[in-house]
């Protein structure tokens, strides 16, 4: 099982839309999760941490879900440049260094 | 702004060149990544370093090797390179407080090995 699973998507979605992607990890002992974002042929970079209690940062809200091992990432009233690569990532099983999933892909029509 | 630098977005080099990419970092991280990402593959780490002159292999050395000789700049080399090296390559760095600040990214360099 991979430490960090994505859907690659697309999902293709109409502008103002509210669209969710979730990620599974397979390491339970998992203590930091982020989301980056990574625009086509750009580096990732982050848009947010993910905290136990869950957090929101205007449109975007993550969350944590220890029990079934995975965090979430929502998106509310979808903008145009909101379409994007976004990845999932937590500390590896030995807590040394962090994990990228692969990445799901959003793209956001007119 | 807190930076990561690499020296070219756009490389083409031949087959069995050997090749050099720099990464220079101005935050005093002392963790430095290189990463390869191909279509489908996702980030794939090639190697790492703690500290100075510090190195370890990641997931697909092969073909490649490293210098860290001071804090801020890291170097990916190819030794012969091969087309199947062509990509986009990815330095991060962060600080021991990865775990709370995650990493920061260069801007890649797209590498085309004809």
């Known amino acids: 099982r991979k430490e960090v699973e994505q859907d690659p998507g697309p999902f293709n979605v109409p502008e103002g839309a509210t669209v969710a992607f979730n990620c599974t990890y397979s390491?339970?002992?998992?203590?930091?999760f982020f989301w980056y974002r990574q625009d086509c042929r750009k580096e990732p970079k982050l848009l947010m941490s993910v905290y136990s209690s869950g957090n929101e940062d205007g449109r975007f809200t993550a969350q944590l879900n220890r029990a079934s091992q995975y965090i979430s990432l929502l998106i509310r009233d979808s903008k145009l440049s909101d379409s994007a690569t976004y990845l999932c990532?937590?500390?590896?099983?030995?807590?040394?260094?962090?994990?990228f999933g692969g990445g799901t892909r959003l793209m956001v029509k007119p | 702004d807190v930076k990561v630098t690499q020296s070219s977005r756009y490389l083409v080099k031949r087959t069995g060149e050997k090749v050099f990419l720099e990464c220079v970092q101005d935050m005093d991280h002392e963790n430095m990544f290189w990463y390869r990402q191909d279509p489908g593959l996702g980030l794939r780490l090639i190697y790492f370093s703690y500290d100075v002159k510090m190195k370890e292999k990641g997931d697909i050395p092969e073909g490649y090797s490293v210098s860290r000789e001071k804090k801020e700049r890291f170097s990916l080399i190819l030794e012969s390179a091969s087309t199947n090296q062509t990509s986009m390559y990815l330095c991060a760095s962060s600080s021991r407080d990865f775990l709370f600040f995650g990493y920061t990214f260069g801007s890649g360099t797209r590498l085309t090995v004809v």
């Open positions: 990532v937590v500390n590896n099983n030995a807590g040394n260094m962090l994990t």
């Open positions: 390491n339970s002992a998992s203590q930091s």
